[in-house]
């Protein structure tokens, strides 16, 4: 049964960098591709990007410029990284995984990181 | 970007009632090369990740029960349990995966009346 464990730092000030990593354990890395997607509080999830196991990658144009999403397959896992960060960033952070070519929907996901953005 | 919009906002049904949840896209996510709505609809509860309840818009996930049924194809979208019960309160999202950015709905609050 495949699980997702994920961590990082929960707490931020403005203009650092977000960095949260996921971990997939007791399934096929290889197969899939992870994403990132983020809840701001009270609303909808918000996707952020995508990683396949070979680093072949695809993020929302929204959060691009601020947004590096890279995978270790040494260890099966995935990371996020967002520069820059602003209270707007503030969000429950989750790892997912999807499809085999990519977007797609999400069938196993990670427990969540809540990330807030405070000075 | 396609827009996902859901109606109502909040529902509130008796239990062993009816719950009907829409989800209307603002570009159509029927692909013409095999025919599949690629829609998904999500349950979330309080403090838990959300969890996969219908995929190609009406294709039950393993273990899902059989009062939850997906419908519509293009544009518009209805999510039905058939007879609400308690553990069915949350809030329910839709998402295509027609074309990327991958998009959600702003969710449907379900609770009991």
């Known amino acids: 049964q495949v699980h997702l464990q994920q961590w990082g730092a929960g707490l931020l000030k403005p203009s650092e960098t977000l960095s949260l990593t996921c971990a997939v354990y007791?399934?096929?890395?290889?197969?899939?591709?992870w994403s990132w997607i983020r809840q701001p509080p009270g609303k909808g999830p918000e996707w952020i990007g995508e990683i396949n196991h070979s680093g072949s990658t695809n993020y929302n144009p929204s959060l691009k410029s601020r947004v590096s999403i890279s995978v270790d397959t040494s260890k099966n896992q995935f990371s996020l990284n967002v520069s820059s960060v602003t209270a707007a960033d503030t969000a429950l952070y989750f790892c997912a995984r999807g499809g085999i070519s990519g977007t797609d929907d999400f069938d196993i996901w990670g427990h969540g990181t809540m990330v807030t953005v405070s000075s | 970007d396609i827009v996902m919009t859901q109606s109502p906002d909040s529902l509130a049904v008796s239990l062993g009632e009816r719950a009907t949840i829409n989800c209307m896209s603002s570009h159509s996510v029927l692909h013409s090369s095999n025919n599949k709505n690629y829609l998904t609809w999500y349950q979330q509860k309080p403090g838990q990740p959300p969890k996969l309840l219908i995929y190609w818009a009406s294709t039950r996930e393993s273990g899902v029960p059989d009062r939850f049924s997906g419908s519509g194809s293009g544009t518009d979208f209805t999510l039905t349990i058939s007879s609400l019960q308690a553990e069915d309160v949350a809030v329910y999202y839709c998402?295509?995966?027609?074309?990327?950015?991958?998009?959600f709905g702003q969710g449907t609050r379900l609770e009991i009346k």
């Open positions: 007791g399934g096929s890395f290889n197969n899939n591709y």
């Open positions: 998402q295509q995966y027609y074309s990327s950015p991958i998009t």
